[in-house]
């Protein structure tokens, strides 16, 4: 501003004084073209910088989104902690009924030979199921297992890809600052 300011009060006096045949109209002329032209150039700016902006903020909104993934990866791999402790503790509980289980009938097999292998075949079957039950809910705890590290493998997948698109945005972005400094840099070298 300072420098149209400058250039205007130089014409003025250069014109008083008969030094320059710049009339008005040329005067005008040249700084209206200028001026047409700064503010063209600022409009584009203005719109590229706030498609930037537009971009940035969909890039975080992916962060955010990405981040929530994680955290939601780590509260399942602690329910899966959780869930490992209790099929411990079924187990050991499994044992101990198994345990008590024999423990009783063997006492009654004092009492009766039938009585004692039927106790054992009800006992067998009961184990069988339970043992049944425990490869069941192993089996669903490994499926369950596989699934969380391909989710948090892919999770990692994508925030790389975050990473690598927010890097290649910041580029463009310094790049576009660096096109507008010449073009600003040019702006101010033409109306000097």
Known sequence: MCLLIYFLWSVILLGKGGQCDLTWDKVYGMLSA??????????IMNKEIKDLMTSMNATNQQVISSEKRLDE??????????????LDNMDSHV????????GRRTHLSRRGLEQEKAAAQSLSARVEI???????????????????HK?????GMQ????EHDMLHNA???????????????????EMK
């Open 159 to 162: 925030i790389s890809k975050l």
């Open 95 to 102: 044992k101990d009924v198994a345990a008590a289980e024999v």
């Open 34 to 43: 200028k001026l047409d032209t700064i503010v063209l150039d600022q409009n």
């Open 151 to 155: 989710e948090l493998n892919e999770t």
């Open 171 to 189: 580029s463009s972005l310094f790049e576009m600052v660096e096109s507008l400094k010449e073009a600003q840099s040019d702006i101010k070298s």
């Open 130 to 148: 339970l043992d049944k039950n425990h490869n069941i809910i192993k089996y669903e705890v490994d499926v369950f297992v596989g699934t969380l």
């Open 73 to 86: 990866a780590g509260t399942l791999s602690q329910q899966m902690v959780v869930f490992q402790e209790r």
